[in-house]
């Protein structure tokens, strides 16, 4: 048997976060068994319908890496199929036609509702004469749900659940318009998609009992099922935007790569012992249902960012100067030079060790790759008050005598001027000097920094800063 999974998001407008974990363990799980993984769109809500966000889900799932097998599947455009499904319940004598108006509709859950009963559909014309059927109102179709015994759910992640069958009622497939209803829609794709497994969030798991029915009465194997707990904010509840970001999209424009939301969402659910490090070739291999956690996870954006930095310096500094490029540009309106690019890679392996993502490792590069005149943070510009200014010009003299601009003679020179000048308090220059060469008052080792911006650009630098 071919293991077969799928995804089907609803296209809201962004790929959630909670749907972007959903989505990697079908993808998981489907290569782990040399399966298939397929994407449908669950685009029956034609009023919030765009074909944005359809193209957003699948962008998202792009920059994933997790591709699905064959063309996605339109659940909207599947809805006559559905449809014929319902009417051959109907010939089965599965399912039955249903000519309640509103009124008598709100009759009864006002009854059920004095009543303290969960269902109100009190079933009058499950077994009604077809013919008393009042020709001025278009009927829908409701599934006979058992009404006795209870109905079961071997899940996969939650176990055994139970449902009391007196707790179903007999649901609607089809509306008085003709459109299917979710359950019905969901059902009939995924026994024609012919998906084995269903890994989907929790809050699903009441659904799954009706459409167990629904693959009972039309006599199809049910699939396996795997409902994995919902992901929590810090504060315990559902994840929204309350919490903050949520969108998969959101991270990557925040300089998140990829195989760190990867490997950050495998950690959110599933464990394999206490290995927090775990890229996806070694996902794939070593995943499987029965490791998916039973309990909530916490959303935890410190654990995000700690293995985006891992991933980070994983890659050569080339390959990161490549990266921030769309974020200096962007953000920072800078176009680095090739001799910019040059100076960001050279300082790469001190930038990188400190940022969490790609747009903090582009606004740390910055500085290596303007050029005067540029603008100093108020702090760097307090730093070159008259005092600072004396300092970095008696740098300035002492650095034109170098034969060899290298970061050690330079931080030789710093000491000495500081000896010299200001008492051995090495920081009254240093702190000038970084604020002249980047406008900041923050940068790596700053005597590693003028070496890799060389004496010419140093000069040019400190002369404006004198200006100033
Ligand atoms: N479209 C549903 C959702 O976005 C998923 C349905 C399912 O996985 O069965 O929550």
Request: charged fraction near 30%.
């Amino acid at each position: 048997m071919t293991v077969v999974t799928r995804f089907a998001p609803s296209p809201t407008g962004f790929l959630h976060i909670g749907g972007a974990r959903t989505a990697l363990y079908n993808w998981l799980f489907a290569k782990h068994n040399n399966g298939k993984f397929l994407l449908r769109i669950e685009d029956t809500d034609r009023k919030r319908y765009t074909k944005e966000a359809v193209e957003a889900i699948k962008e998202s799932l792009n920059w994933m890496g997790l591709d699905w097998d064959g063309e996605a599947i339109s659940q909207f455009e599947r809805a006559n199929i559905h449809k014929e499904i319902a009417e051959q319940l109907v010939k089965k004598g599965k399912a039955y036609y249903c000519y309640c108006s509103p009124e008598e509709l709100e009759q009864m859950r006002e009854k059920a509702k004095n009543e303290g009963k969960r269902t109100f559909y009190d079933r009058r014309w499950r077994d009604a004469d077809p013919s008393t059927a009042p020709k001025d109102i278009k009927p829908v179709i409701r599934i006979k749900a058992p009404i006795d015994g209870s109905t079961i759910i071997e899940d996969k992640v939650q176990g055994r659940v139970e449902v009391k069958n007196n707790q179903l009622d007999d649901f609607i497939l089809l509306r008085s318009d003709g459109s299917p209803t979710y359950m019905l829609s969901v059902v009939v794709d995924d026994h024609d998609m012919n998906v084995t497994h269903i890994i989907r969030g929790d809050d699903h798991l009441n659904n799954t009992f009706r459409q167990k029915i629904i693959y009972d009465a039309m006599g199809w194997n049910l699939p396996v099922y795997a409902h994995i707990p919902l992901i929590h904010g810090s504060d315990g509840k559902k994840l929204s935007k309350r919490h903050g970001a949520v969108g998969t999209q959101t991270y990557k424009d925040l300089g998140y790569l990829p195989e760190a939301i990867n490997n950050y969402l495998l950690r959110l659910g599933w464990g394999h012992g206490d290995e927090e490090i775990i890229p996806m070739d070694k996902a794939i291999e070593l995943f499987s249902l029965e490791a998916i956690g039973k309990a909530a996870a916490c959303f935890d954006i410190a654990k995000l960012e700690h293995i985006n930095s891992y991933y980070m310096n994983q890659k050569s500094n080339e390959e990161l100067a490549k990266l921030i490029e769309p974020f200096l540009e962007n953000d920072l309106n800078i176009k680095p030079s090739p001799q910019a690019q040059e100076r960001i890679i050279s300082g790469m392996n001190e930038l990188k060790s400190r940022a969490k993502n790609l747009k903090d490792l582009a606004s740390e590069s910055a500085f290596y790759a303007i050029s005067v005149p540029f603008p100093y943070t108020e702090k760097a510009k307090s730093l070159l008050n008259d005092e600072g200014k004396m300092a970095i010009t008696e740098l300035l003299t002492n650095f034109e005598k170098l034969s060899d601009f290298n970061a050690k003679e330079i931080e030789q020179i710093c000491k000495k001027v500081a000896n010299e000048k200001f008492n051995g308090k090495l920081g009254k220059v240093a702190m000038p000097l970084r604020a002249a060469l980047t406008g900041t008052t923050i940068s790596p080792s700053i005597f590693h920094a003028a070496e890799i911006l060389g004496i010419e650009e140093v000069r040019n630098r400190i002369q404006e800063a004198i200006k100033q």
